[in-house]
């Protein structure tokens, strides 16, 4: 995946994201309601105009005809106009006016409420975001109060929140939509309607059209993002055990569940990867895509032939006091919608062309469930530290506070092993457990006070280090603790899993069978990918040209004036005021000549440049004119393209790589040496638009990749 250059030092000097929120809260309800009214201003002016000359235009007719009568050879000047009319042709105008007000005046009258609705809606949008703003870091705060005061007001903030939010997006919508109507109807009333304004017409309608159209995106995704939630399910590779399957494991399940007077799991679900944890969620299995409901237990299985029974009573205990007292209802009702509703607001970002209108409530959103990050922060750390207390209390905080660190010491184990089997499955041994368990150091696990800062992986919640849990404990760091946790691994230990599960080796087979599948399939897929990339860039090479078309014409036209302009100087030099002015006319000729001189000039470098390729790609290089050497796609960490008055390509070069020099002084070129930059600019790329030469550039880069990919694999390294 190519990505674009990263931005240097100057991405410190961006305003801090509070600054962002009152923008856009404020800033821009703010700036329409100016708008708004400066409309309502406006729109009376155009109606009171329109009534007072409803009232004296009748009168100037009846006047104008009297004139015209008196003194047929009378001349006015209708409404101030700069034209002198005869008094019978003024009166026909004056006439002809009369028929325009009283046919606009209406329209006049009914274009006075439609600022109403800018600044309505300006105003909803401002009182909406400020409430949902306040409300929800008022309802913040109170959730740090108790657990249950969470839940509540959380449950307050999840049902209050999308409505806020959607007249927030309502209120802009139709702020924007009233405002771009105003000014698309002020139009109309124009005196003179050319074909210049019949398009400014056209295209106010067009963005009244798009606004509408931004208005119903935008509430219409917020309704699909806010719907009633639903958790998506738990992703994990792993093999459901039932009572036939486990008796020992479930005995022991049901044993601690009780001691512990917590719920039994509904399903206990043993894998390869990830750490001990439970859930209500919804779990979706693979490789057997069953999706599994209710209260799941999911267990490690290399893990398990490293504690001994009181360890791994005082884990499952751990485990099982998240079903216990008021945990249940939180893990249920709080832990997946809150994950949820983040990504909902990550969502409602990216409803299309209503973006831009739901950006502000996307502020407003994360700023409100922002506030619940503290106090989510501190009840998840009670809840681990209380599952800590229950687990200690069936087995005794010592073993307890050991299985942590002997759980930390083991995981760089399991990771290192298992991603060895995932690269090279084909070399991988059959039992992956029994793979673990042996490359675990015959001497014991060196150093477990390294990892005391570790944290427990957790699919859907965090925990708090492993330092602060045994603090909590209160179990001394010391080294009876060390020792406890680093210890070797016995025949014992090796034989516990068997007294749990009745098929405990062809469980740890199944479970590898599953791995490497998997393993195979995503490496199949991921060679698949690697080749079509390779190929997606011819052999031969692709040759990109200047495009200095647009400028050789802009140039021929420029040309073409000064030559008009010098023309024009020899054979109306009367006319142009110089007839009796040698110099003037000197200068003047000499300027328009050098004018012609200096556009032919250009329109023919460019044009001469443009029969050179500017870049010539190769599968392997990427060579220019511009450059005394080529560069490797291999040397090429990033890239970017600009475009404005010009097109930029600008290649990021490894640390290692050869940077090339420039051919002459002053070059379309540039090397940077200190941020190892190569930047190659152009009028356009011929043929290509920006997005289609940077999709270009982006493919060769990608196949370059994706052919140093193949060949690691294809040599083993």
């Avoid at 975001?129 to 903030?157: E, H, M």
Wanted: charged letters at 20%; hydrophobic letters at 50%; one cysteine or more.
């Amino acid at each position: 995946m190519i990505i674009p250059l990263h931005q240097d030092g100057s991405g410190s000097r961006r305003l801090p994201p509070v600054v962002w929120l009152v923008a856009w809260v404020v800033g821009v309800p703010a700036l329409l309601g100016g708008l708004g009214a400066w409309e309502v201003e406006r729109g009376l002016a155009s109606a009171e105009s329109y009534t007072r000359r409803q009232v004296e235009l009748p009168v100037s007719v009846v006047q104008l005809r009297l004139l015209a009568a008196t003194d047929p050879y009378a001349s006015v000047r209708f409404e101030g106009g700069r034209t002198a009319y005869g008094a019978a042709l003024a009166a026909d105008k004056a006439q002809e006016a009369l028929a325009v007000v009283t046919r606009d005046l209406p329209l006049a009258r009914a274009r006075t409420w439609v600022p109403y609705a800018t600044l309505g809606g300006a105003l909803l949008a401002l009182l909406a975001g400020l409430v949902a703003l306040a409300g929800g870091g008022a309802a913040g705060l109170w959730a740090r109060r108790s657990r249950d005061a969470l839940l509540a007001s959380f449950g307050l903030v999840r049902r209050v929140l999308p409505v806020l939010l959607g007249l927030q997006i309502v209120g802009l919508s139709l702020a924007v939509l009233a405002a771009a109507l105003f000014e698309a109807t002020g139009l109309w009333f124009t005196q003179r309607f050319s074909a210049g304004e019949a398009k400014l017409l056209l295209g106010a309608l067009v963005i009244a059209a798009l606004a509408a159209w931004a208005a119903v995106a935008a509430v219409r995704g917020l309704r699909g993002v806010f719907a009633l939630f639903t958790p998506e399910p738990i992703d994990v590779r792993g093999r459901v055990l039932d009572e036939a399957d486990a008796p020992g494991l479930w005995r022991l399940v049901r044993e601690l569940a009780g001691r512990g007077d917590a719920l039994v799991p509904d399903a206990v679900v043993v894998g390869l990867t990830g750490g001990f944890f439970v859930t209500e969620s919804a779990v979706r299995l693979s490789p057997d895509t069953r999706t599994l409901t209710g209260r799941t237990l999911y267990l490690p299985a290399p893990y398990l032939g490293v504690l001994d029974g009181r360890e791994l009573s005082a884990v499952i205990g751990h485990e099982l006091a998240h079903f216990a007292g008021e945990d249940t209802a939180y893990s249920r009702r709080f832990t997946p919608i809150y994950a949820g509703l983040h990504r909902a607001l990550t969502a409602l970002g990216n409803v299309g062309p209503g973006d831009l209108l739901t950006r502000p409530a996307a502020y407003v959103g994360y700023r409100s469930l922002g506030t619940f990050d503290a106090a989510v922060a501190r009840w998840s750390r009670a809840r681990e530290f209380e599952a800590d207390r229950r687990g200690a209390q069936v087995s005794g905080a010592p073993p307890a506070a050991s299985a942590l660190l002997r759980v930390g010491v083991l995981g760089p184990v399991v990771g290192e092993t298992l991603a060895s089997s995932y690269g090279k499955p084909d070399a991988a041994p059959d039992d992956l457990v029994a793979g673990v368990l042996d490359a675990i150091p015959a001497a014991g696990f060196p150093e477990p006070g390294a990892h005391l800062d570790d944290r427990q992986a957790h699919p859907t919640d965090t925990h708090p280090s492993d330092r602060q849990r045994i603090a909590a404990l209160g179990v001394p760091l010391d080294a009876e603790l060390f020792a406890r946790a680093a210890r070797p691994l016995t025949v014992g230990d090796r034989a516990w899993p068997v007294a749990l599960v009745a098929d405990w080796t062809g469980l740890c087979r199944w479970l590898s069978v599953d791995f490497l599948t998997g393993a195979r399939e995503h490496r199949a897929a991921e060679r698949v990918y690697l080749e079509e990339t390779a190929a997606a860039v011819p052999v031969e090479e692709t040759l990109v040209h200047e495009n200095g078309a647009p400028m050789v014409w802009t140039m021929g036209v420029l040309a073409l004036l000064f030559a008009g302009a010098g023309a024009a100087l020899l054979l109306y030099p009367r006319a142009l005021g110089v007839a009796h002015d040698a110099l003037a006319q000197q200068i003047l000729g000499a300027a328009a000549a050098a004018g012609v001189a200096w556009a032919g000039i250009y329109a023919g470098l460019v044009h001469r440049r443009g029969r050179t390729p500017l870049l010539v790609l190769t599968p392997d290089v990427l060579r220019s004119p511009l450059l005394d050497s080529a560069v490797a796609w291999k040397d090429v960490a990033d890239f970017q393209v600009t475009h404005g008055k010009r097109l930029t390509l600008t290649l990021a070069l490894t640390p290692d790589a050869t940077l090339p020099r420039t051919k002459r002084l002053f070059s379309q070129a540039g090397v940077s040496r200190r941020r190892r930059h190569v930047c190659v600019q152009s009028l356009g790329a011929r043929g290509l638009k920006p997005d289609a030469f940077a999709a270009l550039v982006g493919r060769y880069l990608a196949a370059s990749r994706a052919r140093v990919h193949l060949s690691a694999a294809h040599t083993g390294i």
